[in-house]
């Protein structure tokens, strides 16, 4: 059955520094996968897609994250860290076709940005 | 943001009680999801529309029903609430079948049962 897993449940990181959030997967074909935020109180926003094609995807708010066939990952990056980044982040893989897809989510990975 | 509202967003209720949550869009978005997001659990789907009267089930349907009579609204009934059932619930609508398409979420409903 396909699955997400995200490694960290928790991640705290300096304003201004690197962000790299893991995601791993499993699924036999080529998997859609995306990734989305969560502020607090507030619904889902999705910040990137992959489909095909470049493994590289660029997403709003400075996000981008890589697909590794050969790794099953998906993992999200951001360059530096603002304040406002501080949100729980769910990888998730898309599967299915015709009226029966799915998304399937991680159990998300809460960021906490320190001043 | 697309079109999508959750109604009630907070409710407390007792356990045995039935519940009825709504999720409206305004988007003529053929696909509806109802979602229950649980720590460590992320989110995982109850069940989804693919069409007026046309659902199917989820991975966690058990304990829950939902109707769909008009293409912007889409209920979800708990009939029996149980203590389990406490969640925030999420809307979400795409307006072709996912993966493919993107889902857009609502806001949320936190319910409590007591």
């Known amino acids: 059955a396909q699955s997400v897993t995200q490694p960290d449940i928790h991640i705290t990181v300096s304003e201004g520094a690197s962000l790299e959030l893991r995601c791993n997967y499993s699924?036999?074909?080529?998997?859609?996968l995306f990734w989305y935020v969560q502020s607090p109180g507030q619904g889902l926003q999705l910040l990137l897609k992959?489909?095909?094609?470049?493994?590289l995807v660029q997403g709003i708010k400075g996000f981008e994250a890589e697909f590794k066939r050969s790794q099953s990952s998906f993992n999200l990056r951001k360059p530096s860290v603002h304040w406002s980044d501080a949100a729980e982040y769910f990888c998730?893989?898309?599967?299915?076709?015709?009226?029966?897809?799915?998304?399937?989510f991680g159990q998300g990975t809460t960021l906490q940005v320190k001043p | 943001d697309a079109g999508i509202t959750q109604s009630p967003r907070h409710k407390v209720t007792e356990t045995g009680t039935p519940v009825t949550l709504r999720c409206h869009q305004t988007?003529?978005?053929?696909?509806m999801y109802w979602y229950r997001q649980d720590p460590g659990h992320g989110l995982r789907l109850i069940h989804y529309?693919?069409?007026?009267?046309?659902?199917d089930k989820g991975e966690v349907s058990d304990g829950y029903s939902v109707s769909r009579s008009k293409t912007e609204d889409f209920l979800l009934t708990l009939e029996s609430a149980t203590s389990s059932q406490t969640s925030v619930y999420f809307c979400?609508?795409?307006?072709?079948?996912?993966?493919?398409?993107?889902?857009?979420f609502g806001p949320g409903t936190r319910l409590t049962v007591l």
């Open positions: 988007e003529n978005h053929r696909y």
């Open positions: 979400a609508i795409s307006e072709r079948a996912v993966p493919r398409d993107t889902q857009y």
């Open positions: 699924y036999g074909a080529t998997p859609y």
């Open positions: 998730a893989v898309g599967q299915g076709s015709g009226n029966t897809g799915k998304l399937i």
């Open positions: 992959y489909f095909s094609g470049d493994t």
């Open positions: 529309s693919y069409g007026v009267k046309d659902t």
